[in-house]
C-alpha cells in the first residue's frame, strides 16, 4: 500500500483547500483509509475517516460541517475538502489506511492505521 498526499499550501483565514491522497495497491471496495493533521509541538490528530465498504464517514468535533472527506474510484484518489479554515487548522496533514473495515466506533482511533503516507503541509494565516 501506498499513500501520497498533496494539495496544502498558505490560504487565508476562511478560505478553502483540497488536499488529495492518491492510494495504491489498496481495494476501493473495503478497508478505512482516513485524514491525520499533526501541528507544530502538538501530537498527530485524526481529523476524518471514510469506510470504503459502505462510504460511511467519521469526522472530528474540530473540523464538523467544515471539513468533507470523499473518494473517487476511478482516480483512487481520497480527498478531504476543508472550507472556512482557521489558523488552528494549521498543521501538517497526512492520510493513512488500513485494510480493516473499522468500526464507528473505531473509525477516529489514530491507532488501528498502519499504513502512512507523506505529510502536505497547511498554514492558515493572513
Known amino acids: 500500500v501506498q499513500l501520497q498526499a498533496f494539495g496544502g499550501g498558505l490560504v487565508q483565514p476562511g478560505g478553502s483547500l483540497r488536499l488529495s491522497c492518491f492510494v495504491s495497491?489498496?481495494?476501493?471496495?473495503?478497508?478505512?483509509i482516513g485524514w491525520f493533521r499533526q501541528a507544530p509541538g502538538k501530537e498527530r490528530e485524526v481529523v476524518s475517516c471514510?469506510?470504503?465498504?459502505?462510504?460511511?464517514?467519521a469526522y472530528a468535533d474540530s473540523v464538523k460541517g467544515r471539513f468533507t472527506i470523499s473518494r473517487d474510484n476511478a482516480k483512487n484518489t481520497v480527498y478531504l475538502q476543508m472550507n472556512n479554515l482557521q489558523p488552528e487548522d494549521t498543521a501538517v496533514y497526512y492520510c493513512?489506511?488500513?485494510?480493516?473495515?473499522?468500526?464507528?466506533?473505531?473509525?477516529?482511533?489514530?491507532?488501528?492505521?498502519?499504513?502512512w503516507g507523506q505529510g502536505t503541509k497547511v498554514t492558515v494565516s493572513s
Open positions: 495497491g489498496f481495494t476501493s471496495r473495503s478497508g478505512t
Open positions: 471514510l469506510r470504503q465498504s459502505d462510504r460511511s464517514t
Open positions: 493513512a489506511a488500513t485494510y480493516s473495515n473499522l468500526i464507528r466506533s473505531s473509525m477516529l482511533a489514530i491507532r488501528y492505521y498502519d499504513h
